[in-house]
């Protein structure tokens, strides 16, 4: 009679023995979707906050926020998404709350003060970068104190900030032409000239910087474009923001003349060019 119960036994021992590892195995399954899902999930988040239409990102963050409030992450998306698409008071509410996690960092506390530079708030930024720790030394950091500086025409400190963010960056084209602008509205114009060349040289793609050593030289009644790369449509460009350049100080007849040759070398239509020397002929 024994063999019976212990046959029937080991049957129950095998079957729970079996379920354990049936179950073992699901867990590892769904264990490995969950990592893959994660994985997915972090490439289309990368996706959303670089190439993707800045308004779908937005909907995909928000989305992704309500189902997980407490994923920094998610909410650090949802910020730069809603920057990225201009929506800039919405922006900084949502850097507000990021910085208010508890995960936050100083990376974190420095995009809130860019987003509240673009709103116009300057005093906030300023406060929110005299809470970031001297220590967090950032290209980013230094060139919104940068502009924090020049904003309040505390020129030594910006300058001393502008040199430090160039230094620790690989594509310093951008803060070389800011830097360069702040020199232009202070009337240092070869300085400003300097910096918008040696910006061009790092990007030559860089449109403003072209613009900005234009008015640099025209600020010094030098009429002359440089010897900078240029395609046929920005020599026009050029050509008039340097015509309107030389009407604003007084020297009339050789703004017609500009303005002239950039209607002349516009491969297209130019009607901005078209309207400024018809009104001056006009009056």
Same mark, same amino acid.
């Given at each position: 009679?024994?063999?019976?119960?212990?046959?029937?036994?080991?049957?129950?021992?095998?079957?729970?023995?079996?379920?354990?590892?049936?179950?073992?195995?699901?867990?590892?399954?769904?264990?490995?979707?969950?990592?893959?899902?994660?994985?997915?999930?972090?490439?289309?988040?990368?996706?959303?906050?670089?190439?993707?239409?800045?308004?779908?990102?937005?909907?995909?963050?928000?989305?992704?926020?309500?189902?997980?409030?407490?994923?920094?992450?998610?909410?650090?998306?949802?910020?730069?998404?809603?920057?990225?698409?201009?929506?800039?008071?919405?922006?900084?509410?949502?850097?507000?709350?990021?910085?208010?996690?508890?995960?936050?960092?100083?990376?974190?506390?420095?995009?809130?003060?860019?987003?509240?530079?673009?709103?116009?708030?300057?005093?906030?930024?300023?406060?929110?970068?005299?809470?970031?720790?001297?220590?967090? @030394?950032?290209?980013?950091?230094?060139?919104?104190?940068?502009?924090?500086?020049?904003?309040?025409?505390?020129?030594?400190?910006?300058?001393?900030?502008?040199?430090?963010?160039?230094?620790?960056?690989?594509?310093?084209?951008?803060?070389?032409?800011?830097?360069?602008?702040?020199?232009?509205?202070?009337?240092?114009?070869?300085?400003?000239?300097?910096?918008?060349?040696?910006?061009?040289?790092?990007?030559?793609?860089?449109?403003?910087?072209?613009?900005?050593?234009?008015?640099?030289?025209?600020?010094?009644?030098?009429?002359?474009?440089?010897?900078?790369?240029?395609?046929?449509?920005?020599?026009?460009?050029?050509?008039?923001?340097?015509?309107?350049?030389?009407?604003?100080?007084?020297?009339? @007849?050789?703004?017609?003349?500009?303005?002239?040759?950039?209607?002349?070398?516009?491969?297209?239509?130019?009607?901005?060019?078209?309207?400024?020397?018809?009104?001056? @002929?006009?009056?």
């Amino acid at each position: 009679m024994r063999h019976p119960i212990l046959f029937a036994v080991c049957i129950a021992g095998a079957a729970a023995i079996s379920g354990c590892a049936e179950k073992s195995a699901n867990e590892t399954v769904e264990r490995a979707f969950k990592d893959v899902n994660a994985i997915d999930g972090a490439n289309l988040s990368d996706v959303m906050l670089t190439v993707a239409d800045p308004n779908e990102a937005v909907t995909f963050f928000q989305r992704s926020a309500a189902q997980d409030p407490t994923r920094i992450d998610h909410q650090r998306g949802l910020a730069s998404s809603l920057i990225r698409a201009k929506r800039v008071t919405e922006g900084v509410l949502e850097w507000r709350k990021v910085v208010a996690m508890p995960e936050a960092t100083s990376d974190d506390s420095v995009e809130l003060a860019d987003a509240l530079i673009r709103s116009g708030d300057w005093a906030g930024a300023e406060k929110v970068l005299h809470s970031v720790p001297p220590t967090h @030394e950032t290209f980013k950091r230094y060139r919104l104190e940068a502009i924090v500086a020049d904003s309040k025409q505390e020129w030594k400190k910006a300058d001393s900030f502008y040199e430090i963010s160039v230094g620790l960056t690989a594509t310093p084209a951008s803060v070389m032409n800011n830097w360069g602008y702040s020199k232009l509205t202070r009337g240092a114009y070869p300085e400003a000239e300097r910096l918008f060349a040696d910006a061009i040289r790092q990007d030559p793609t860089l449109f403003t910087a072209k613009n900005n050593l234009v008015l640099a030289r025209a600020a010094q009644r030098d009429y002359t474009l440089p010897i900078i790369p240029m395609d046929q449509t920005e020599r026009a460009q050029l050509l008039h923001t340097m015509a309107l350049s030389a009407i604003k100080k007084g020297d009339v @007849e050789t703004g017609k003349g500009l303005l002239r040759e950039a209607i002349s070398t516009h491969p297209q239509h130019f009607e901005a060019a078209v309207r400024s020397l018809r009104a001056l @002929e006009e009056s």
